[in-house]
């Protein structure tokens, strides 16, 4: 795992290579594996790592890549729009993300 990557697309291909394959969405329960239809709440997910990208001309650009582990050993990513584009995310989960920035 690097500490930093050019872009986005890049960085995400590199950690898939690394075993980091489930796709993680936000959602009002928790973290949801977008495959598998389960819900990790905070306390079951561990966040190894993250990445910031900004955009270079568009606010709208601006993301971070969590990298993620779960209790029952899932690996995967987690994208997610910073600033203005929060959602309705649980309050324990969003402590547990910003724990690490």
Known sequence: MKNSYPSLSVAIQDL?????????????AGDEHKHKKS???ATELDVIKFYRFEGMSD???????YVIETT??????????YGMYAGNVPQDLIKKLKIIQ
Request: aromatic share 6%; hydrophobic share 30%; net charge negative.
């Open 39 to 41: 819900i990790h709440k």
């Open 59 to 65: 606010p709208g650009d601006n993301t971070i890549l």
């Open 72 to 81: 029952t050993g899932e690996k995967g990513l987690l994208v997610d729009a």
């Open 16 to 28: 898939q290579k690394e075993g980091y394959t489930a796709d993680f969405n936000l959602c009002n």
